[in-house]
């Protein structure tokens, strides 16, 4: 078990750098902080799926550190992001005349619109 809390610990310190946000847990002070909130079976309750809980950082802004973090369900941390539209979110290259149009083209699928303007589903649910 020790092994598969390490490589949960080192994925999230890995998506935090590539998502250039700096990441100041150890190994010993994210078990611990997740043990607080979730108690014992915190493994089975932390996820990114519904009825999941997630690290949540305050205002999406910052570290993810003991002071600037709180557990959230996977659905309200979602509700909670104020998730900038067009070229300036990380996670986006689209233009704003591309997100307008993702926008306004709600008959089309989303993941139909995620392959033609190569961006994730996340995406798309988000501008829509």
């Given at each position: 078990m020790g092994d598969k809390?390490?490589?949960?610990?080192?994925?999230?310190?890995?998506?935090?750098?590539?998502?250039?946000?700096?990441f100041l847990f150890t190994f010993e002070e994210w078990v611990s902080w997740w043990e607080a909130q979730l108690g014992p079976d915190w493994m089975q309750r932390r996820g990114r799926r519904r009825g999941q809980y997630v690290m949540a950082r305050n205002e999406d802004k910052g570290p993810y550190a003991h002071w600037n973090v709180k557990c959230l369900l996977t659905e309200d941390n979602i509700r909670q992001r104020n998730v900038p539209k067009g070229e300036k979110h990380w996670f986006s290259h689209l233009t704003m005349k591309q997100?307008?149009?993702?926008?306004?083209?709600?008959?089309?699928?989303?993941?139909?619109?995620?392959r033609n303007y190569t961006v994730g589903y996340g995406t798309i649910r988000a501008i829509r």
């Open positions: 809390i390490r490589a949960r610990w080192q994925n999230h310190k890995q998506s935090a750098q590539r998502r250039n946000i700096k997100v307008r149009a993702i926008f306004t083209a709600q008959d089309a699928c989303a993941l139909e619109l995620a």
